[in-house]
């Protein structure tokens, strides 16, 4: 469950980067605070762990990005 939830989260941010032009680093820097490199393994599926999840979360809630299944 988690892992899916994860993937729509990952989904709904690329598809605000796609829309808005941000890059790895304005994600990582801007919104999460943590190196642009560990921004690309999160959206990459590389990191998957609770803190991949928190920071898709925090993304997805500061943006209010709509999720599809």
């Known amino acids: ?3 899916e939830k994860i ?4 989904n ?3 598809k ?3 829309q808005k032009g941000y890059t790895n680093a ?3 820097e801007k919104i999460a605070n ?3 490199g560990r921004m690309s393994n999160i959206l990459s599926g590389k990191e998957a762990g609770q ?3 928190t920071i898709l979360s ?3 809630f500061l943006y209010n990005l709509e999720l599809e299944d």
Do not use: G, Q, S
């Open 1 to 3: 469950m988690a892992k």
């Open 7 to 10: 993937e729509i989260f990952r």
């Open 12 to 14: 709904a941010v690329n």
């Open 16 to 18: 605000l980067k796609e």
């Open 26 to 28: 304005y994600l990582a």
């Open 34 to 36: 943590i190196p642009d």
């Open 51 to 53: 803190a991949a999840f």
């Open 58 to 60: 925090d993304i997805v």
